[in-house]
T-cell receptor
Framework: EADIYQTPRYLVIGTGKKITLECSQTMGHDKMYWYQQDPGMELHLIHYSYGVNSTEKGDLSSESTVSRIRTEHFPLTLESARPSHTSQYLC?????????FGPGTRLTVL | AQKVTQAQTEISVVEKEDVTLDCVYETRDTTYYLFWYKQPPSGELVFLIRRNSFDEQNEISGRYSWNFQKSTSSFNFTITASQVVDSAVYFC???????????FGPGTRLSVLP
């Protein structure tokens, strides 16, 4: 099982602010993912990466960006937060087929 | 395209009842993997089980059991003698080989009442 860490766990921020959600994993997994989810609702893939310097957009259009400079680190950035970005953001990693998830970041944009 | 259907949006049971969560999938791959995840109110997504398409043996883990039937493209999850701590949203998921085209179902919210 993977050890995946997300910070912060909770974030309340004002409109227009730039924010970065951190995600790190210690298992050396090549694949990492970001999902957006309203609590208990469907998960929407917004970004994924199959390795260093590789990033792709997911199924759901998102105004966020990601980077993958190191295998263990996959941060997500919102340049200008809006109330519509209020949601839970879940990070996951996988070696082959099974995805393991971090605890999530609950973002509220006022 | 791959697709997972969980027709039960919400289920409520009384503690100690057995409950089955349905999952039906669609795929054109011959090699694929099926998963169940649990999401308690705290929000994290907890991996429960993974099955590959070549292994149709049912699996039991404590009060949890899984029934995989390729003939009906189903991968159902049964909780025996449910407990309040089982209350959560449960997601069924499907992926192709090497984790490609990973897709989640919409989830089933299970409430176990004391």
């Amino acid at each position: 099982e993977a050890d995946i860490y997300q910070t912060p766990r909770y974030l309340v921020i004002g409109t227009g602010k730039k924010i970065t959600l951190e995600c790190s994993q210690t298992m050396g997994h090549d694949k990492m993912y970001w999902y957006q989810q309203d609590p208990g609702m469907e998960l929407h893939l917004i970004h994924y990466s199959y390795g260093v310097n590789s990033t792709e957009k997911g199924d759901l259009s998102s105004e966020s960006t990601v980077s993958r400079i190191r295998t263990e680190h996959f941060p997500l950035t919102l340049e200008s937060a809006r109330p519509s970005h209020t949601s839970q953001y879940l990070c996951a990693s996988s070696e082959l087929d099974t995805q393991y998830f971090g605890p999530g970041t609950r973002l509220t944009v006022l | 395209a791959q697709k997972v259907t969980q027709a039960q949006t919400e289920i409520s049971v009384v503690e100690k009842e057995d409950v089955t969560l349905d999952c039906v999938y669609e795929t054109r791959d011959t090699t694929y993997y099926l998963f169940w995840y649990k999401q308690p109110p705290s929000g994290e997504l907890v991996f429960l089980i993974r099955r590959n398409s070549f292994d149709e043996q049912n699996e039991i883990s404590g009060r949890y059991s899984w029934n995989f039937q390729k003939s009906t493209s189903s991968f159902n999850f049964t909780i025996t003698a449910s407990q309040v701590v089982d209350s959560a949203v449960y997601f069924c998921a499907l992926s192709g080989n090497y984790g490609q085209n990973f897709v989640f179902g919409p989830g089933t919210r299970l409430s176990v009442l004391p």
